[in-house]
């Protein structure tokens, strides 16, 4: 069974940084593309970070600049930092886990960056 649990989301004021972390299981880890998406309430799922089996990343005009992820094969995570966080980067983060035809999410994480 595939999991996916993120963690790290939380409240932050505005130019703060948070990181957050996808434990994943059940899956064959380092074949899988990686990401984090964020959904705003009233909007659509948006990307905002992938990170390939060869570590190859790629990160929507949103948050370049100021977001970072990496992943650990060993320990089977995925994590992202971001930094210099706005008000408009509030919304519920999700991990996936993304191989050809096959796509997994994780529950969601709440990020509120707010004064």
């Known amino acids: 069974q595939v999991q996916l649990v993120e963690s790290g989301g939380g409240l932050v004021q505005p130019g703060g940084s948070l990181r957050l972390s996808c434990a994943a299981s059940g899956i064959i880890f380092h074949i899988y593309t990686m990401g984090w998406y964020r959904q705003a309430p009233g909007k659509q799922r948006e990307l905002v970070a992938t990170?390939?089996?060869?570590?190859?990343?790629n990160y929507s005009d949103a948050v370049k600049g100021r977001s970072t992820v990496s992943r650990d094969n060993a320990k089977e995570t995925v994590d992202l930092q971001m930094d210099n966080l706005k008000p408009e980067d509030t919304a519920v983060y999700y991990c996936?886990?993304?191989?050809?035809?096959?796509?997994?999410w994780g529950q969601g994480t709440q990020v509120t960056v707010s004064s």
């Open positions: 990170i390939s089996d060869t570590g190859g990343t």
């Open positions: 996936s886990a993304a191989y050809w035809s096959l796509n997994n």
